[in-house]
T-cell receptor, first 118, second 111 residues
Framework: EAGVVQSPRYKIIEKKQPVAFWCNPISGHNTLYWYRQNLGQGPELLIR????????DSQLPKDRFSAERLKGVDSTLKIQPAELGDSAVYLC????????????????FGPGTRLTVL | LAKTTQPISMDSYEGQEVNITCSHNNIATNDYITWYQQFPSQGPRFIIQGYKTKVTNEVASLFIPADRKSSTLSLPRVSLSDTAVYYC????????????FGSGTRLQVQP
C-alpha cells in the first residue's frame, strides 16, 4: 500500500515568490495534517483537516499561508509571498480518523518537502 | 498538553540495549504516551504507544511506572540503522488530534 505522497521533495525559491506543496494521503484516511519542521526541532502543526473541513488552523500564519483539501482527499499548502524564515521541511501526515470509540489513530507521515528561500 | 523532557542525545554501540527516558510530570489521567522515530530526510514514524505498565511490539518496549510521570523506550540490540531522532509525546486518545513534538533525543549508534 502506498504511503503519504508529497511533492515536490525539494524547492528553492527567492523571497517574495509564491510556492505550493501537494499531499496525497493514504487511501481511506479522513484526517490530514500539515506540519512544519525547522532544523533541529520537532514538527509543529500548521493545520488539520477532518475530511474537507479545516478543524484546527490556529498555528497557520494566515497572512501568507493558505491550504485547501478539495473533495476531502488531496491537499495543497501555499505560501505567498515566501519569506526567508519560511525555509523548513513541510510535512504532511494522514490518519484514519478512528470511529470515535477510542481506537488508536496512528499518524502516517510523508517524506516532506524541503523548502529553501533565498 | 503535558510537557515532555528527554535527553538531547545518546550514544550507543551495535548490539546494546538502549533505554531512552522521557519525563512528563504533568501527565493527565486520560493521556497516552507515544513514541515516534525520525530518520534524516523522512517524516516521523510511529513506534509504540502505551498507557501504563509495559507494552511490547516487534520493534521496542515501553515501560511506564505506576505514577506515569515518566516512561522509558527500550530498543533491544540496536543496529546502525537505529540511528535516528526519537520523540516522546503525551496526549489523549484518540490520536486524531495534532501531535506536539519536542526536540527529541538524537540516538547515534556506533559500530
Amino acid at each position: 500500500e502506498a504511503g503519504v505522497v508529497q511533492s515536490p521533495r525539494y524547492k528553492i525559491i527567492e523571497k517574495k515568490q509564491p510556492v505550493a506543496f501537494w499531499c496525497n494521503p493514504i487511501s481511506g484516511h479522513n484526517t490530514l495534517y500539515w506540519y512544519r519542521q525547522n532544523l533541529g526541532q520537532g514538527p509543529e502543526l500548521l493545520i488539520r483537516y477532518e475530511n474537507e473541513e479545516a478543524v484546527d488552523d490556529s498555528q497557520l500564519p494566515k497572512d501568507r499561508f493558505s491550504a485547501e483539501r478539495l473533495k476531502g482527499v488531496d491537499s495543497t499548502l501555499k505560501i505567498q509571498p515566501a519569506e526567508l524564515g519560511d525555509s523548513a521541511v513541510y510535512l504532511c501526515a494522514s490518519s484514519w480518523g478512528g470511529n470515535g470509540q477510542g481506537l488508536t489513530d496512528t499518524q502516517y507521515f510523508g517524506p516532506g518537502t524541503r523548502l529553501t528561500v533565498l | 498538553l503535558a510537557k515532555t523532557t528527554q535527553p538531547i542525545s545518546m550514544d550507543s554501540y551495535e548490539g546494546q540495549e538502549v533505554n531512552i527516558t522521557c519525563s512528563h510530570n504533568n501527565i493527565a489521567t486520560n493521556d497516552y504516551i507515544t513514541w515516534y522515530q525520525q530518520f534524516p530526510s523522512q517524516g516521523p514514524r510511529f513506534i509504540i504507544q502505551g498507557y501504563k505498565t509495559k507494552v511490547t511490539n516487534e520493534v521496542a518496549s515501553l515501560f511506564i511506572p505506576a505514577d506515569r510521570k515518566s516512561s522509558t523506550l527500550s530498543l533491544p540490540r540496536v543496529s546502525l540503522s537505529d540511528t535516528a531522532v526519537y520523540y516522546c509525546l503525551v496526549g489523549a486518545r484518540p490520536g486524531r488530534r495534532a501531535l506536539t513534538f519536542g526536540s527529541g533525543t538524537r540516538l547515534q549508534v556506533q559500530p
